[in-house]
């Protein structure tokens, strides 16, 4: 009856823990410093346990996910490592702080232990990001691409080594995360994009999303069947007054579960491996 949580001592990570605690969820919390102070609060908390584990060592996974029946993922490359020219050409699995050996690797590895526990976790719920699903050559995604070290390339690969793999899953592409309270406390409203909007089509990034929405989002997605098999596009609209000239999106709504009913799993082939090198490669020209 557990629930495994990689990216447990980040902030989303945390959130997530607290939340599924709270409802009596048994927790088991990865960390990769076990005598750190987030670990320290983490097992602070009811109904959770702390295991020493890294998603980029195989190993430490199997005892992490034993015993498991969902697995979440919130991990994020910390600190940022910051792009350099040679990532056009080098290979990213040689340095260990390269996005591709957590956001790639570090689900294949994930998604390996699930797949030979015994008996084998059923569900893991993974969260990215709104750029994932935007083209290489998207300014946005050129930016992410030099800056970030392709992140979203390998964010991207992660994601279709889930869809291809024996696991159910629920991937969640939220716009920038903020500090900020819930939409529901602002009277902002909720947007949710799957399978239905049609493909690549998200939701406007207009005021980026409180994290607190998003670990609810997360915490429904372990168990509803609705969002099986899913990608949801989520983001937040602030309600409409005249400085956005009321502007308001007959699609949103103030809570996730009124809008999980309309949910749609992924269609075969949306998702599909893409370029991001050669954009790149045409930016650095153009600015060199």
Same mark, same amino acid.
């Given at each position: 009856?557990?629930?495994?949580?990689?990216?447990?001592?980040?902030?989303?990570?945390?959130?997530?823990?607290?939340?599924?605690?709270?409802?009596?969820?048994?927790?088991?919390?990865?960390?990769?410093?076990?005598?750190?102070?987030?670990?320290?609060?983490?097992?602070?908390?009811?109904?959770?346990?702390?295991?020493?584990?890294?998603?980029?060592?195989?190993?430490?996974?199997?005892?992490?996910?034993?015993?498991?029946?969902?697995?979440?993922?919130?991990?994020?490359?910390?600190?940022?490592?910051?792009?350099?020219?040679?990532?056009?050409?080098?290979?990213?699995?040689?340095?260990?702080?390269?996005?591709?050996?957590?956001?790639?690797?570090?689900?294949?590895?994930?998604?390996?232990?699930?797949?030979?526990?015994?008996?084998?976790?059923?569900?893991?719920?993974?969260?990215?990001?709104?750029?994932?699903?935007?083209?290489?050559?998207?300014?946005?995604?050129?930016?992410?691409?030099?800056?970030?070290?392709?992140?979203?390339?390998?964010?991207?690969?992660?994601?279709?080594?889930?869809?291809?793999?024996?696991?159910?899953?629920?991937?969640?592409?939220?716009?920038?995360?903020?500090?900020?309270?819930?939409?529901?406390?602002? #009277? /902002?409203?909720?947007? +949710?994009?799957?399978?239905?909007?049609? %493909?690549?089509?998200?939701?406007? $990034? @207009?005021?980026?999303? =409180?994290? #607190? /929405?998003?670990?609810? +989002?997360?915490?429904?997605?372990?168990? %509803?069947?609705?969002?099986?098999? $899913? @990608?949801?596009?989520? =983001?937040?609209?602030?309600?409409?007054?005249?400085?956005?000239?009321?502007?308001? %999106?007959?699609?949103?709504?103030?809570?996730?579960?009124?809008?999980?009913?309309?949910?749609?799993?992924?269609?075969?082939?949306?998702?599909?491996?893409?370029?991001?090198?050669?954009?790149?490669?045409?930016?650095?020209?153009?600015?060199?």
């Amino acid at each position: 009856n557990k629930v495994l949580v990689a990216g447990a001592t980040g902030k989303l990570g945390m959130m997530v823990v607290r939340k599924l605690a709270s409802q009596k969820v048994p927790v088991v919390a990865m960390a990769r410093d076990p005598g750190g102070a987030a670990a320290a609060e983490l097992r602070g908390m009811e109904h959770v346990e702390v295991v020493k584990a890294d998603l980029r060592d195989r190993e430490t996974l199997t005892e992490a996910v034993r015993g498991c029946r969902a697995v979440v993922c919130t991990a994020a490359v910390r600190p940022l490592r910051l792009g350099r020219a040679s990532d056009l050409w080098s290979d990213p699995f040689s340095d260990p702080s390269h996005p591709a050996n957590l956001n790639y690797r570090g689900i294949l590895n994930l998604i390996s232990a699930c797949e030979e526990a015994t008996p084998p976790v059923k569900k893991m719920v993974r969260v990215t990001g709104l750029s994932v699903g935007l083209s290489p050559w998207n300014p946005i995604s050129v930016l992410f691409s030099l800056v970030n070290s392709f992140a979203n390339k390998w964010n991207r690969e992660g994601e279709l080594a889930l869809r291809g793999s024996s696991l159910d899953y629920t991937v969640i592409r939220p716009a920038g995360i903020k500090e900020c309270p819930k939409a529901s406390e602002t #009277g /902002d409203k909720l947007l +949710l994009a799957s399978q239905e909007w049609g %493909d690549g089509k998200g939701p406007p $990034a @207009t005021t980026g999303i =409180s994290r #607190g /929405d998003v670990a609810d +989002l997360v915490c429904l997605s372990v168990d %509803d069947p609705r969002v099986s098999k $899913a @990608t949801l596009r989520v =983001s937040r609209m602030a309600r409409g007054t005249a400085s956005n000239f009321f502007r308001e %999106d007959d699609r949103a709504d103030y809570t996730w579960d009124t809008m999980l009913a309309k949910v749609q799993p992924d269609a075969p082939g949306s998702l599909k491996q893409a370029n991001y090198g050669a954009p790149a490669t045409l930016a650095l020209i153009a600015l060199s």
